[in-house]
């Protein structure tokens, strides 16, 4: 079954619900769970003589130590660099050598590895991942090498960059209450260089078992064969005991936050805006992404209507729910729904924020009239089966379905959900979650030319 089927069938989207469910063509998904307790999620697709594969462990930024922030960052490099049997360097040539390419990301939730390559290569790719679950080159060297890359990377990305990302880690700190949901998952200097041997051997040993993983395997390939190869190189690994997971959950906020920033590298003055978002699995969800999408989505989105085209107050605005590090499915605790945007000097961010909240209660007043909210659904229904398009992306989505809702499955509910939401049901959001008590606001403006050679 071929890609091509998965668009034309949910195409069928644009009719009632009750009348296109029958007839959905959906992702063909099989699930096993090995004695050992790593799940595998296959997917079968022989349009191209290709696989994607995604291992996702069932730790992120959320759960790193405390005083060790940007570990769980840290370690995802120390992952690549290499084990007793696979020396660094092993793993990108062999991929890359045989036609793949490989690579690997850290969320507040789970840290995936993703794979691509010809199908003949999957025998290798899972060797090299079973032998990195079982055990890594523990050395100082090693340890030195990606504490520097890091804070290089923290560098480039954050202290010698404009906003430096602050519309992410300072809405976060903001935003949420809890240690584990507020730090800076990038990690401070300090954290970083504290970082010890055993501190990385202690993380694999919790956090990289077979029983706190879940890999996604999809592509030219039946689904018995996947699994057979799966048990061939990953069946021998032990469980392993996983330490107990922290209370996350947080109710919304009761009392607006603000925060003033000046950033020398900044030629205009910057506006993050966040809210906390519905828990994962609620019923204001769904309708919570579709908001999203109409208020920030595109250039079609209010926002940018109003206050870029409209009020020309801002100059742009981007954003969305768990932006800007996922979306909108991929999250287990609590997550913001984020606005970030430069506006004009000499507009006053209260005239921004004043805007802001016109646009969300002329929806909470009036409604979505029905042509804009089948616009906005059918644009996210095309973006959702495009972002399955890529084998890769198919299986680190399915893998993440399956880690963080128990279920790959639900990969294929998200177009029902989305396309059942209701102008009634945004209303509802809108009035829930968009108010000012529950909102941070971080003003970031460009620091005075005297002090701007101040700054490290």
Do not use: C
């Amino acid at each position: 079954m071929t890609f091509r089927r998965l668009v034309l069938g949910l195409a069928a989207l644009a009719i009632p619900l009750g009348a296109a469910a029958a007839d959905r063509w959906q992702l063909p998904i099989a699930v096993k769970k090995l004695d050992n307790g790593l799940t595998v999620v296959v997917s079968e697709d022989a349009s191209s003589p290709t696989v994607g594969v995604s291992v996702v462990y069932h730790v992120g930024m959320r759960l790193e130590p405390k005083g060790r922030t940007g570990f769980a960052h840290l370690f995802e490099h120390l992952m690549f660099q290499g084990t007793p049997n696979a020396p660094k360097g092993t793993f990108d040539r062999v991929i890359e050598g045989g036609g793949g390419m490989n690579n690997g990301s850290t969320r507040a939730d789970y840290t995936n590895y993703i794979e691509t390559a010809p199908v003949s290569a999957l025998e290798p790719i899972l060797w090299l991942e079973a032998d990195r679950m079982k055990t890594l080159d523990f050395s100082a060297e090693n340890l030195k090498n990606q504490q520097d890359v890091v804070k290089e990377e923290i560098r480039v990305n954050v202290q010698n960059k404009p906003y430096g990302l602050f519309f992410w880690s300072d809405i976060n700190r903001l935003a949420f209450s809890k240690w584990e949901n507020a730090h800076d998952g990038y990690g401070s200097f300090a954290d970083l260089e504290g970082a010890r041997l055993e501190d990385v051997r202690a993380f694999h040993r919790d956090f990289y078992g077979p029983n706190n993983a879940v890999i996604g395997i999809v592509g030219d390939i039946k689904a018995e064969q996947a699994f057979a190869l799966v048990e061939k190189y990953f069946g021998a690994i032990p469980a392993r005991p996983v330490p107990p997971r922290p209370d996350v959950a947080e109710p919304l906020n009761t009392r607006e936050k603000r925060e003033s920033q000046t950033d020398a590298l900044a030629q205009v003055p910057a506006l993050a805006v966040g809210w906390k978002m519905p828990e994962r699995g609620s019923a204001d969800q769904a309708p919570m992404d579709v908001l999203a999408q109409l208020l920030v989505g595109d250039s079609a989105s209010r926002l940018y209507q109003g206050l870029v085209k409209g009020r020309e107050q801002l100059l742009n605005i981007e954003g969305g729910v768990n932006w800007p590090l996922g979306d909108a499915w991929d999250y287990a605790g609590p997550a913001p729904l984020v606005l970030f945007g430069l506006y004009k000097p000499g507009v006053q961010v209260d005239a921004v924020l004043e805007a802001i909240d016109e646009e969300i209660a002329r929806i909470v007043k009036d409604g979505v009239d029905a042509a804009t909210l089948k616009r906005v659904k059918t644009k996210m229904l095309a973006d959702y089966n495009d972002g399955l398009e890529a084998f890769i992306s198919r299986a680190d989505t399915l893998a993440k379905a399956q880690l963080l809702w128990g279920d790959a499955k639900t990969v294929n509910q998200i177009p029902a959900w989305i396309d059942a939401v209701q102008g009634a049901d945004l209303q509802r959001v809108a009035a829930r979650y968009l108010t000012a008590a529950n909102r941070v606001v971080i003003d970031r403006t460009p620091a005075p030319a005297a002090a701007a050679g101040d700054k490290p």
